[in-house]
């Protein structure tokens, strides 16, 4: 069966993130006093005395407030609520038992879900315990103290959940799984991409542009695999990173990409290739992952013949570095063309982990070289004595020659070139290591 599922849910700015942090041993969810910073579910992996379970952060709970945010924030903790087989009440032993608390509790207590109440905060744990008696009125049995900053009390609460885990059957065969990173600038439309291919609302999707701040990880299965889509919080220029909550955001995103094996770039039909999204693309470039260009919104444009061709032109243009990423037009928002991005996700990961042998490789580039010889330089030509592939994610291929300055970059390209064209290689970045080996 699937590992369990433990959601933490909480008003806002009792802690949550931070003790989310600690569990899982990693900076996933962002931390900042400002309420209401987590505002979608994040997910992460943890493992208490032997077994893997997923922790979900949720964005804090205000039950009377009507703003668009807010609603939404419940109804994404209400999501993790439906889908935990454990949930955590984590409340703030400093501000005692409020109505927000006493609303959400009867709340959780409604989902038939086993609750664990968690009292953080509690950094002076003998006056904690005087004043924790009160958060009995909740009716959700004996608050467990902990202090998130400080590592005190996590283990208790570790193991009461763990007495709540659903028995552990047969494990699932495990089929290769690829992260697909949806990166963009704020509003090129990602959270409602990932919401179309899960066909829930799991990241929110608002008017409001940068909503999703943190990245946001929903596994995905289909007959072409298991995907895990990796939602991110758009980059805005530098200019506008104001607050140190869209510094992190931006962090996010790089690691995000890092994380990745495919990045799904996303371009806003109607304004086209913008510099913020050259920069975006570039990071995903840079890090070696495969890249597949994905204009949204194609549904948007008044079209004519040609049209789509010329956009595509306009793209590679701008993004001249990236012409070996395939191109895709969908609409998000109308689901079209959305399936056929399944097959070109596998057909990129595939290429970008990608390795060929080293007689292979040899023989296309003796080929090439019999094709077009190499520069010379005052009397002396470029020998390549052999190739190799040194690693893959992205495919690398080591050149041996008699002198690398004589090794110059268009003829680089022109054998990077016959290397594609012979082995395909779309969507994937490659790089090259020149050395220089003396000839016998």
Not at 142 to 155: D, K, Q, R, T
Not at 260 to 282: E, S
Request: net charge negative.
């Amino acid at each position: 069966m699937a590992k369990p599922m433990v959601a933490i849910i909480g008003r806002p700015n009792v802690g949550k993130s931070t003790f989310f942090n600690y569990i899982i041993g990693q900076r996933i969810s962002i931390v900042e006093d400002t309420p209401g910073v987590t505002r979608d579910r994040v997910y992460g992996e943890a493992n208490w005395r032997g077994r893997d379970f997923t922790l979900i952060d949720t964005g804090g709970i205000e039950m009377d407030a009507e703003d668009t945010i807010s609603i939404q924030m419940r109804e994404q903790a209400n999501m993790a609520i439906q889908i935990a087989d454990v949930i955590i009440l984590l409340t703030d032993i400093k501000q005692g038992v409020t109505a927000i608390d006493e609303d959400i509790a009867v709340m959780l207590k409604k989902s038939k879900k086993p609750i664990v109440l968690v009292c953080n905060k509690a950094d002076n744990y003998e006056k904690a315990k005087d004043t924790m008696y009160e958060f009995y009125s909740l009716g959700l049995g004996e608050p467990y103290l902990v202090s998130s900053a400080n590592a005190i009390g996590i283990g208790d609460v570790l193991d009461a959940i763990y007495e709540h885990f659903p028995e552990e059957n047969e494990l699932e065969e495990e089929n290769e799984v690829i992260k697909v990173a949806v990166i963009g600038k704020p509003n090129a439309g990602k959270s409602s991409l990932v919401n179309k291919i899960l066909g829930e609302n799991r990241n929110i999707v608002s008017e409001i542009a940068g909503t999703t701040r943190d990245a946001i990880d929903s596994e995905f299965q289909n007959e072409q695999g298991k995907y895990i889509f990796i939602d991110t919080a758009g980059i805005r220029k530098k200019s506008k990173v104001e607050e140190k909550i869209e510094k992190y955001s931006v962090i996010r995103t790089i690691l995000a990409i890092e994380r990745a094996d495919v990045c799904l770039m996303l371009i806003d039909a109607t304004t086209g290739v913008t510099d913020q999204d050259a920069k975006i693309a570039g990071e995903a470039h840079e890090a070696g992952k495969g890249l597949i260009i994905v204009v949204n919104k194609w549904d948007l444009v008044e079209k004519e013949t040609g049209t789509l061709e010329k956009f595509r032109q306009e793209v590679y243009q701008r993004l001249s570095y990236l012409t070996y990423a395939p191109i895709l037009f969908i609409s998000a928002q109308t689901g079209k063309r959305v399936d056929k991005l399944f097959e070109l996700i596998r057909k990129v990961a595939n290429n970008n982990a990608m390795r060929i042998s080293t007689a292979m490789i040899n023989q296309v580039i003796n080929e090439a070289i019999a094709i077009v010889q190499p520069p010379t330089d005052k009397g002396k030509r470029l020998k390549i004595l052999y190739t190799t592939q040194a690693s893959t994610k992205p495919p690398t291929f080591v050149f041996f020659v008699n002198n690398k300055e004589l090794f110059h970059f268009s003829y680089e390209r022109y054998l990077l070139n016959q290397i594609r064209s012979n082995f395909g290689l779309e969507g994937t970045p490659i790089r090259t290591i020149i050395r220089e080996k003396k000839e016998d």
